[in-house]
């Protein structure tokens, strides 16, 4: 029922910024809460932050809190991270996610996210 595509992603060095976009359709963007997850090869999808329906509310995964932005514009049904500061460690396929059960409660369970985009590659040289 939700549709997502990322876009964004690129091969920067570390320092630099990029600011990643995940366009949502399907249903209102307004009843339910989108993620932000990663994955490298061999590793499973780890969590990088989340966002309520209205912006209200946000969490961050502690390795990219206070560098890694998130946020949302439900008129232009798109969900934005902007990553600063980036460092090699973070070099990984970014995806999308929607929990489309919750439109207030925030969860880290890649578990919970019903949709999920086909992804995204950002990579950071060192």
């Known amino acids: 029922q939700v549709q997502l595509v990322e876009s964004g992603g690129g091969l920067v060095q570390a320092g630099d910024s990029l600011r990643l976009s995940c366009a949502a359709s399907g249903r209102p963007a307004t009843t339910y809460v989108l993620a932000w997850f990663r994955q490298t090869p061999g590793k499973e999808r780890e969590f990088v932050a989340t966002?309520?329906?209205?912006?209200?509310?946000?969490d961050y995964a502690d390795s990219v809190k206070g560098r890694f932005t998130i946020s949302r514009d439900n008129a232009k049904n798109r969900l934005y991270l902007q990553m600063n500061s980036l460092k090699p460690e973070d070099t990984a396929v970014y995806y999308c996610a929607a929990d489309i059960n919750h439109s207030v409660i925030l969860t880290r369970s890649r578990e919970e996210y019903d949709y999920w985009g086909q992804g995204t590659q950002v990579t950071v040289s060192s």
């Open positions: 966002i309520t329906w209205n912006g209200g509310r946000t």
